[in-house]
């Protein structure tokens, strides 16, 4: 099994920035790729972007495209989501999630409890 913490959420002003920390445990061999989703006050869950954990490659929502950032650091098993030019839109619980491929958009564990962020206007 692996298991997936997200942490690094808080309040930021708009257009100010956070990093958002994934750190996994357990058989973290078994990764092939990890993704961040949020989820809004009455809104769906969606994707945000997703790291192959081997390196080379990433893919983003069109709507952080050029504002965020997904990046892992293999030694330390942990994935990150640096989130610049913050708007209010952003404001959500983010998650992170182990994914079966680079492509897939389906989580393979269940979801833990998420960090919140919140952007003030």
């Known amino acids: 099994q692996v298991q997936l913490v997200e942490s690094g959420g808080g309040l930021v002003q708009a257009g100010g920035s956070l990093r958002l920390s994934c750190a996994a445990s357990?058989?973290?061999?078994?990764?092939?790729?990890v993704g961040w989703f949020r989820q809004a006050p009455g809104k769906e869950r969606e994707f945000v972007a997703a790291?192959?954990?081997?390196?080379?490659?990433?893919n983003y929502a069109d709507s952080v495209k050029g504002r965020f950032t997904i990046s892992r650091d293999s030694a330390k098993n942990t994935a990150y989501l640096q989130m610049d030019s913050l708007k209010p839109d952003d404001t959500a619980v983010y998650y992170c999630?182990?994914?079966?491929?680079?492509?897939?958009?389906?989580?393979?564990?269940?979801w833990g409890q998420g960090t919140q962020v919140t952007v003030s206007s």
């Open positions: 357990g058989r973290t061999f078994r990764i092939d790729a």
């Open positions: 999630n182990h994914l079966e491929t680079l492509a897939s958009r389906a989580p393979l564990r269940s």
């Open positions: 790291i192959r954990w081997s390196g080379g490659g990433t």
